[in-house]
DNA sequence: CTGAAAGCGCTAACAG
DNA sequence: CTGTTAGCGCTTTCAG
């Protein structure tokens, strides 16, 4: 149970200074003798030592680490994005603090103070929020923030990089896709619009339809409200939910686009639960792509990919320019083309039989 | 961009000493006039004063905060894991630091040390190697580490927390259910089996088909070899192939006992490759119960529930309790039963149309 | 090439 | 009730 082993006693040991020992520490070597390292070096084998970070840090300030606020790891998705963000922050020499804010600004703002005032100077958001207002003060005070999926709007107080797939072209994709099957009755599936991702897919979802010349039917658009605060598992159930709603429509829908891959898979189970067949009776598509989720389901989902591993590479290193002072400047927004990869959930709603002989006119 | 407001100038301002601020932020108000409290908190305000937690952690020594290492955190299991652990860290005011260590060693260790040197005293450890050895030198130092799924052996070199569910007793009831379905020839799917938790259900497997008069067949256990160092997310690919290969065996097996529910979704889709359907050309039944993965595959999925929440629960308070002193003495090993869930993807080999009319006795 | 000394911001005796 | 003081363990000028 030792605990306390410093730079004093391995000085000590060594015979030399303490500073001698922190130029050791820090790879200083030109400014000693060789067998000086030699000696040092040996001290801290001998006496097991261990630098201890927390004074490096409070002398220094600098704090290898980077904080990611999530809705919740328990989300696939988010426990993917949070994988990548530490894969890449791990290879840069930063490590990663993780936070679950559940979508809940308070929390997120609590978490963030706590990790401003641990000496991190670096977050990234998940959450996306429809506003950072409540970051005013963090981010006067020096904090840096990259944000998932949201770029800040020019009516922010407080500008911010970030990254994300383009949503609203996503949404188009999808749609567009369904739109050349030759569906026209067309729902959206979502939980609540709060964050600029969902309101950009429905945008997407909504323009898309006008293109073609089909008027949007509000009655389609089905905006779960939250339930509990374990949230974002409950994609599934959601998904479910709305779909069985807007299956039972006197005149249902023949496809559903859904805000992401999990409440595609839940309207797989609000179908079935009616009796219906996907994508025979209707066509499902979901957005994000959760390998290897997508390719197991049944029918294996369309979706619209997300490429995390880019993306989270992108804003890893956006994040850590910020820090090292190797970026300056004004807020950058990188957008990434998101991907329609289609399987087995869609077909024309026409018949089954039919699906892959129709000619198909891109827009 | 301010950083440094200190509680000597908060001090000055409110024109008491950095003792009296110091007692103001560390609630003991006892000290003090009302009114004292109130001219401080007021000057902390007016600066927007944060305390710089390195400098109390330094200073004090306390930590707030616990790590927990895993595999990976994009692996549904262990996400939901994190999940779990950073509520009830976070209730008693500690906050996760998280790490993937993809069941390297080596990563295990080099986070560890990390943490140690940043004051970190606690760590869950959720990889469950086979030996803790490479951590000697931390345990000795007085690192407190609770396991997941893995109690000590009496062989290690040092004896930490643990909390688990019973595995063996896991794969037996799992055994058991499709024994008592008239399975004979059952198959197990896993991957590299390095970690107690695999060993127990393997040999719960062997343990239940002994019972029953069954001479386990060797050639039905499929241990698939690691691929790549994203290992986990890959259980599906695993289950996937191995399936395939029981499955392509010349006297085929007629359930399958995969070591996780990722196995089991990917054993569906090996099953589907050759043509054959679940339940009724072969049973699957997995582990651990990934709600709602488990409730929307197709069929849904049987399995051995391992109560998440109740678990890292009871980790986090295991490792509390050593952290803040309040326990001591030998380590405890927390076992919990699992829970036999059974759904759609387990019936009656010897038809599909019988499946629960037979008479089932239990073991 | 190496050492002495002054803090980083906070806390905790111990005096007053 | 409140102030003085001495560090926590490390880094970093600045002298030798």
Not at 284 to 290: E, K, Q, S, T, Y
Request: proline share 6%; aromatic share 4%; charged share 20%.
């Amino acid at each position: 149970m030792s605990e306390n082993v410093s730079v004093y006693d391995v000085a000590r040991l060594a015979k030399v200074s303490p500073s001698t020992v922190s130029n050791v520490l820090n790879g200083r070597l030109d400014r000693m003798r060789p067998e000086t390292t030699e000696r040092v070096m040996k001290a801290m084998e001998q006496l097991g030592y261990t630098p201890n970070q927390l004074a490096r840090q409070l002398k220094t300030g600098n704090v290898p680490m980077i904080g990611l606020i999530v809705p919740s790891v328990a989300n696939p998705f988010w426990g993917a994005v949070a994988r990548n963000v530490e894969e890449v922050a791990q290879s840069l020499g930063y490590q990663l603090l993780l936070c679950n804010a559940e979508r809940d600004p308070e929390r997120e703002q609590r978490y963030a103070e706590a990790m401003w005032s641990s000496g991190i100077r670096g977050v990234i958001f998940g959450s996306s929020p429809l506003s950072f207002d409540h970051l005013v003060p963090l981010a006067h005070r020096g904090l840096q923030v990259v944000a998932f999926d949201r770029q800040s709007q020019s009516a922010d107080q407080v500008v911010v990089d970030s990254i994300g797939v383009d949503n609203t072209l996503g949404a188009r994709l999808a749609v567009n896709h369904l739109l050349t099957e030759g569906h026209r009755r067309i729902g959206f599936l979502s939980g609540p619009i709060r964050t600029v991702s969902r309101l950009d897919r429905l945008a997407g979802y909504q323009a898309a339809l006008k293109n073609a010349g089909v008027e949007p039917d509000p009655a389609l658009i089905w905006e779960g409200a939250s339930v509990s605060a374990f949230g974002d598992i409950e994609g599934v159930e959601m998904g479910r939910a709305g779909a069985r709603t807007l299956l039972s429509r006197p005149e249902r829908p023949t496809a559903l686009f859904t805000v992401n891959d999990m409440y595609a898979l839940g309207a797989y189970a609000g179908a079935r639960d009616l009796g219906l067949h996907v994508p025979e009776d209707v066509s499902v598509i979901g957005f994000d792509d959760l390998v290897p989720l997508t390719e197991i389901s049944v029918p294996m989902l369309t979706t619209v990919r997300q490429p995390l591993p880019q993306m989270m590479c992108e804003a890893v290193e956006l994040l850590i320019g910020r820090l090292s002072k190797s970026r300056t400047g004004p807020p950058e927004h990188v957008v990434i083309e998101p991907e329609l990869i289609v399987r087995e959930s869609t077909a024309s709603p026409i018949s089954h039989i039919a699906v892959d002989t129709l000619t198909i006119n891109k827009e």
